[in-house]
């Protein structure tokens, strides 16, 4: 049981190139996040998903798309780099059984994400 | 729109004492969650410990305790016994239904031999 992976670890961007952040897991979460970090700040949510075929817009969802066609997968897409998205991204996961009680949230290990 | 503060940038303890980390947070909402999150240098986000508002009764976990104050918004952390392994960036957060997770800025714990 791996939990919650993501890919790449660290990734060098130039502006105006796209790329996609990769996040699997394996606990049968029906609930996925994408988080991200600045610097001396806390997590900031992006795209969260509820379950396959559905996602939502978070706190700073400009500049990023989402999907989520598997439970096990919410890859994280930024089309146009710009400096601002100069980061450390999170993905997470939880278990929600749909009565309005939240489970924890688990998190990956984080992708590193430097924009120039 | 609800917003988590943490007035306490930085703070240090010295190994084996008690330190309590401040959080205080704004909502109208009366059904919601409290988390407070360890991030270590590794950058991995680690759960400490979860309150549920509609509990009275503190949540706790081994060495980790919070005193939640639902009246006024306020849940700090009590760190007993400190080690060395506990110096980390600790995040409070706050979620209520449907998702939206807010954090604070965070505390800097460094724990001293």
């Known amino acids: 049981n791996a939990g919650v992976t993501q890919t790449p670890k660290f990734r060098i961007l130039k502006i105006g190139q796209s790329m996609t952040l990769q996040c699997t897991q394996d606990?049968?979460?029906?609930?996925m996040y994408w988080y991200r970090q600045d610097p001396g700040m806390g997590l900031k949510l992006i795209y969260y998903?509820?379950?396959?075929?559905?996602?939502d817009k978070g706190e700073v969802p400009n500049g990023y798309n989402v999907s989520r066609s598997t439970t096990e997968d919410f890859p994280l897409r930024l089309e146009l780099a710009a400096p601002s998205q100069t980061s450390v991204y999170f993905c997470?996961?939880?278990?929600?059984?749909?009565?309005?009680?939240?489970?924890?949230?688990?998190f990956g290990p984080g992708t590193r994400l430097l924009v120039l | 729109a609800q917003t988590v503060t943490q007035s306490q940038p930085e703070m240090s303890v010295q190994e084996a004492e008690t330190v309590t980390l401040s959080c205080t947070y704004d909502?109208?909402?009366?059904?919601?969650?409290l988390f407070w999150y360890k991030q270590p240098p590794s950058r991995q986000m680690i759960l400490v410990i979860r309150?549920?508002?509609?509990?009275?009764q503190n949540a706790t976990e081994n060495r980790f305790s919070v005193n939640f104050q639902k009246a006024a918004k306020s849940f700090s952390l009590k760190i007993s016994d400190s080690q060395l392994g506990d110096t980390a960036m600790y995040f409070c957060?706050?979620?209520?239904?449907?998702?939206?997770?807010?954090f604070g800025a965070g505390t800097r714990l460094t724990v001293k031999p």
């Open positions: 997470a996961s939880s278990y929600s059984k749909g009565t309005g009680k939240q489970e924890t949230q688990y």
């Open positions: 606990m049968n979460h029906n609930y």
């Open positions: 998903s509820v379950g396959a075929g559905i996602t």
């Open positions: 909502t109208s909402e009366n059904n919601y969650y």
């Open positions: 309150q549920e508002a509609y509990k009275q």
């Open positions: 957060a706050f979620m209520k239904p449907y998702n939206d997770m807010r």
